[in-house]
């Protein structure tokens, strides 16, 4: 079964909803593979410069917010970075507000988080960085609504894609083709496309067809990390809510293996995530064996969530792997009109809260792209460039604490990198004005340069209390000290290294 680009009555609906002015021009039809986060800001910035957007999405989506196989991220604690909200609300206007509106609250990121870095506490004060917690589940019904509700725009679901179709020279992707979930027979439909954005996540299979097409595969670069997350989500009463609206547990391998995160995302409920090494973490039946992990951690907001609160979800426990990284900037030959968003291009070890960010940054970056282009031809390529220079440095910043799971010498901007983060991390607790700056580079809304002046103005001069940290850390209360970082050496050395596939 073949389902053409340009379906002629699609096509007059289509223009009957275009806004006044918004010309037909040479775009066509564009899919959308995955509607995560990143394929719903994708289809967002498509819409009404392309005459249709197709997203094809295996799940089948709920009209609100629910839980679904294809995101079990939503299961787990998600933050957005400033830069990233700051995206969203230009793609989406109102979106923080209707999110508030159903009880994600919003705050200033000094004031609102309790954050135990590896050498000391936070400052808790305002930073000027208007952040908000929620739900990765409320958040991506609010936005798919939004992409429904978009002329043009169909949100196709239960439906697998599980092939790409490119022209006969194999320079141009041309289509898709799937099958419907509901289909017994999986019926082969082929869906012809001027445009194809595959967003669909850690999980997508583009290397596979691109092979099975007989072209190059992208190299993948991937650090891994052991870091597992278990999280469940506790009801408070009014009287029992905490003085912080996000509690973070930051991990610094090899010393600190452990840490946590737990969100508001409404006026009762936390969800809490409890992070470590597989073989640390109590199996998630295990009530009892997880408070008691969660007492060995440095902050104590974990455990008393738990021990005060009522549990309103079971224990999900996910294994995310690290970052990784497929270069298909660097793809050659490659085809045109294919695009790689999200997670499918680029994936970090969550702990440092950036994929949605990127993918936002990588949806503005293809809305400019798409503003001065006069079709869909060449666009692809203008991308990948680009859009592996938003993922660099992210890319850096995870790598370079997460080198700390390896033994691999570490290469020299890694070293440089990690060493820099270093000396800012043992100085944050002390010093309220750096820890402004740096939260500013770690919302993405500063650049990291802004972290020089300060560190050049006292080089290497610790604080009093950061000196004490230094003599302290790791804490042994954490379960973090020696007897741990000398079973953290051995299993480093049972480890896979990092490396280049
Ligand atoms: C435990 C955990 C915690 C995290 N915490 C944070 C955080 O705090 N802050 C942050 O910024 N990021 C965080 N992240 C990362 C963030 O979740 C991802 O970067 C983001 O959700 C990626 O979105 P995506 O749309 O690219 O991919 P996905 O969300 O994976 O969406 C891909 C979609 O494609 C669909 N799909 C896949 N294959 C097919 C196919 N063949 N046909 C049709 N549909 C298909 C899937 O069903 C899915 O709906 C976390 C990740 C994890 C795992």
Not at 200 to 225: D, F, I
């Amino acid at each position: 079964m073949t389902e053409p680009a340009r379906d002629s009555r699609a096509e007059r609906a289509a223009d009957s909803r275009r806004p006044p002015g918004a010309s037909r021009g040479p775009w066509g039809h564009a899919v959308v593979i995955g509607a995560g986060f990143t394929g719903l800001l994708t289809a967002r910035v498509l819409a009404g410069r392309f005459d249709r957007v197709t997203v094809l999405e295996r799940d089948d989506l709920p009209s609100g917010a629910a839980h679904r196989s294809g995101l079990p991220q939503a299961r787990h604690p998600h933050g957005m970075l400033a830069r990233g909200a700051r995206i969203v609300e230009d793609l989406f206007p109102g979106v923080r507000a209707e999110l508030a509106a159903q009880g994600a609250p919003v705050f200033d990121f000094g004031a609102g988080f309790a954050t135990r870095l590896p050498y000391g506490w936070a400052p808790r004060r305002p930073v000027g960085i208007e952040a908000q917690s929620f739900d990765l589940a409320d958040l991506e019904a609010v936005l798919r609504a939004r992409v429904r509700a978009l002329r043009g725009v169909r949100v196709r679901d239960g439906f697998v894609v599980e092939g790409l179709r490119l022209s006969a020279d194999r320079r141009r992707a041309v289509g898709v083709t799937g099958h419907r979930r509901a289909d017994p027979g999986h019926t082969p439909v082929r869906i012809e496309a001027d445009l194809i954005v595959d967003a669909a996540g850690r999980r997508s299979r583009l290397p596979g067809w691109l092979a099975a097409a007989g072209l190059p595969v992208p190299r993948r670069l991937k650090v891994p990390s052991p870091l597992v997350y278990s999280s469940r989500m506790y009801e408070l009463t009014g009287d029992q809510a905490p003085d912080w609206l996000v509690a973070f547990e930051m991990t610094l391998p090899p010393s600190v293996d452990r840490g946590g995160a737990a969100v508001t995302v409404d006026g009762t409920r936390r969800l809490i995530s409890l992070v470590a090494p597989a073989e640390e973490l109590p199996p998630p039946r295990d009530d009892e064996a997880l408070l008691r992990f969660a007492a060995t951690l440095r902050s104590p907001h974990f455990a008393e969530v738990m021990a005060r609160g009522r549990p309103v979800s079971p224990v999900y426990r996910s294994v995310v792997g690290g970052n990784n990284w497929l270069r298909y900037d660097r793809l050659r030959p490659r085809p045109d009109r294919l695009l790689v968003a999200g997670d499918a291009f680029c994936a970090f070890n969550p702990v440092y809260g950036q994929g949605l960010t990127v993918a936002a940054l990588q949806a503005r970056l293809l809305a400019r792209l798409l503003a001065t282009a006069g079709g869909p031809g060449g666009l692809a390529h203008r991308f990948r460039r680009r859009a592996a220079r938003i993922a660099l440095v992210p890319w850096l910043t995870a790598t370079a604490a997460d080198g700390g799971w390896s033994t691999e010498p570490a290469s020299r901007p890694a070293r440089m990198m990690r060493g820099l983060l270093d000396v800012v991390l043992r100085r944050l607790p002390d010093e309220p004005e750096l820890y402004a700056r740096f939260a500013r580079v770690q919302n993405m809304v500063a650049s990291p340069a802004v972290l020089l002046r300060p560190l050049l103005a006292r080089p290497g001069r610790p604080g009093r209390r950061t000196e004490r940290a230094a003599r302290t850390a790791p804490d042994p209360r954490s379960g973090n000290g020696s007897d741990r970082c000398a079973r953290h050496r051995r299993r480093r050395r049972t480890r896979r290294p990092a490396r280049e596939q």
